[in-house]
Structure formats: C-alpha cells, structure tokens
C-alpha cells in the first residue's frame, strides 16, 4: 500500500495535479494489484468512506488512462477495467466470473507483427484470452 504522499508523488510524475478525490480514488486503485471496473472503484470509494460521484470516479479514471498512470483494459464493448500494471502484460478474462488476470508477455511471445500502415508506429500489443469455467 502506498502513502498518501507517494501517491501523490506518483500523480505528479505523471502531470496528474493530486486533488484530494484523485489521492482517493488513486489510493482504490493502488492498495492492491487488482483489475477493476469504475462500478467497482466508485463502491470500493464509497465504502471506504470517500465522497465521490460517478462523474468524477469516470472522468478521473478516463484523465489516469490518458496520462498512462493506469491501463484501461476493454474485454468487450460493455466491459472495462482499470489496471494500475502499465507494463507489457496480456490478459486471460472469464467470461463466468468476470475476472481479468494478468498473463506475462513472455508466456505468449509475439515476434512477428505484420507491417504496419504508413506513417505509423506500434505502441503496444493487447492480447485478451477469453476463458469459460468447465
């Protein structure tokens, strides 16, 4: 678990200005290593005893995603989670219980990426196993 002075350190690094409702939703998000969705982070918030709205749980977690404090994982159109792993990393997703782990890249190496179109660079590469339970 982090401190409130490293998280706010680590909002800072990333050109985050470290309100009070981003420390807390920040401290959500880094307490443990865990997918969540903005449902999930706006009931963990409000059971810890943050105030905060559904806007601000959203357009906080949207302004981390942009300046690459977390990654927004999209399992499907209907289904987002937050991830504060930033690193290379794949994912496996249940489609019965809904959990996203984490799967290390080197497990699934990637070596050949088909040419890119012109004027372009790869930033990265996701990859989501979709599992069901037997």
Known sequence: MLS???L????????????????????VLFSAHRHLSADQVLSEATA?????SKATVY??????ARKGLIREVIV???RVFYDPNTGPHHHFYNLDTGELIDLDPERLPIHDLPPLPA???AEGVDVIIRVRNQ
């Open 48 to 52: 810890r005893g943050y105030s905060v």
């Open 8 to 27: 706010a350190q680590r909002l800072d690094a990333h050109g985050i200005l470290p309100t009070q409702q981003r420390l807390q939703l920040a401290d």
């Open 59 to 64: 357009n906080t977690l949207g302004l981390f």
């Open 4 to 6: 409130s002075e490293e």
């Open 119 to 121: 004027g372009t660079v």
């Open 76 to 78: 499907d159109p209907s």
